[in-house]
């Protein structure tokens, strides 16, 4: 389940997180979910079952 939160960035950051998520054929929003994951992932901080669930997306 997503849920919905509003988020303020400055201009120039969205710019640059824009662009990059156009590099990597992503919409902003997946690239920043992206971003956070990822961050998550190498705190470890992210939810095994989620955790998981990613390490099976990977092997497909």
């Known amino acids: 389940m997503k849920k919905n ?3 303020r960035v400055d201009s120039e950051i969205f710019e ?5 998520a ?16 990822v961050a998550l992932k ?9 955790q998981q669930q990613e390490e099976v997306e990977k092997k497909d």
């Not at 640059?16 to 990059?20: P, V």
């Not at 156009?22 to 994951?37: L, P």
Request: no cysteine.
């Open 5 to 7: 939160f509003a988020l």
């Open 16 to 20: 640059a997180l824009e662009r990059w």
């Open 22 to 37: 156009a590099d990597e054929f992503r919409s902003t929003n997946g690239q920043i979910e992206w971003i956070i994951s």
């Open 42 to 50: 190498k705190a470890g901080r992210l939810p095994k079952k989620k």
